[in-house]
């Protein structure tokens, strides 16, 4: 199985600081067609994850701006541009190269 | 819209077999796969296994002795059985859609306690 390990964020963080969460990967997500499948979700307190990055660095529909992921093929980072009270919660990378489809173990941000 | 709903037992006891339901809208099975994934009690989360809009499955591996998903296409519902429950399996049980081999939409969930 694929092993996704995140990174901890030094919370809690001032509200409107940008922070980068970091998520790497034991193989290489990067397939023959191009496309990398790492995804990035936010699970607020209470609620159900929400997609809000796929094939590494494209937005889902909806997902602010503010959000963008980038990387290489085992080394990813989701960033939060001017983090809100909203963006409180836990951000989970997952990786959809092939089964089973295997989650990190999360990353919780605080705001200030 | 598309929307997910999970339901079934809260509560199961030991050795027995779980069954839940997901029941979809907005968006066809035989256009869609979808997938379970599961979340313990202040953990993370686990993927459980997939439908395709094929009609073909896919497990995982950690499970799949005792598991089963299949779908009703006429009531737009997607069914998983898990059988010989233990107490390591009382999770939150959420249904989502796959798209681009992402979980682009999730239902609400539903607790399932493992308990005598």
């Known amino acids: 199985d694929i092993v996704m390990t995140q990174g901890a964020l030094p919370n809690p963080v001032p509200s409107g600081e940008s922070v980068s969460i970091t998520c790497r990967s034991s193989?290489?997500?990067?397939?023959?067609?191009?496309?990398?499948?790492l995804n990035w979700y936010l699970q607020r307190p209470g609620q159900s994850p929400q997609l809000l990055i796929y094939?590494?660095?494209t937005r889902a529909s909806g997902v602010s701006d503010r959000f963008s992921g980038s990387g290489s093929g085992t080394d990813f980072t989701l960033k939060i541009s001017g983090v809100e009270a909203e963006d409180v919660g836990v951000y989970y990378c997952?990786?959809?190269?092939?089964?089973?489809?295997?989650f990190g173990s999360g990353t919780k941000l605080e705001i200030k | 819209q598309v929307q997910l709903k999970e339901s079934g037992p809260g509560l199961v006891q030991p050795s027995q077999t779980l069954s839940l339901t997901c029941t979809v809208s907005?968006?066809?099975?035989?256009?869609?796969?979808v997938s379970w994934v599961r979340q313990p009690p202040g953990k993370g989360l686990e993927w459980i296994g997939a439908?395709?809009?094929?009609?073909?499955?896919d497990y995982n591996s950690a499970l799949k002795s005792r598991l089963s998903i299949s779908r009703d296409t006429s009531k737009s519902q997607v069914l998983l059985k898990m059988n010989s429950l233990q107490t390591e399996d009382t999770a939150i049980y959420f249904c989502?859609?796959?798209?681009?081999?992402?979980?682009?939409?999730w239902g609400q969930g539903v607790m399932v306690t493992v308990s005598s």
């Open positions: 997952q990786q959809g190269l092939e089964f089973p489809f295997t």
């Open positions: 094939w590494m660095s």
């Open positions: 907005g968006f066809s099975l035989t256009s869609y796969t």
């Open positions: 439908i395709w809009s094929g009609g073909s499955t």
């Open positions: 193989k290489s997500l990067l397939y023959s067609d191009g496309k990398t499948y």
């Open positions: 989502t859609r796959v798209r681009r081999m992402s979980f682009d939409y």
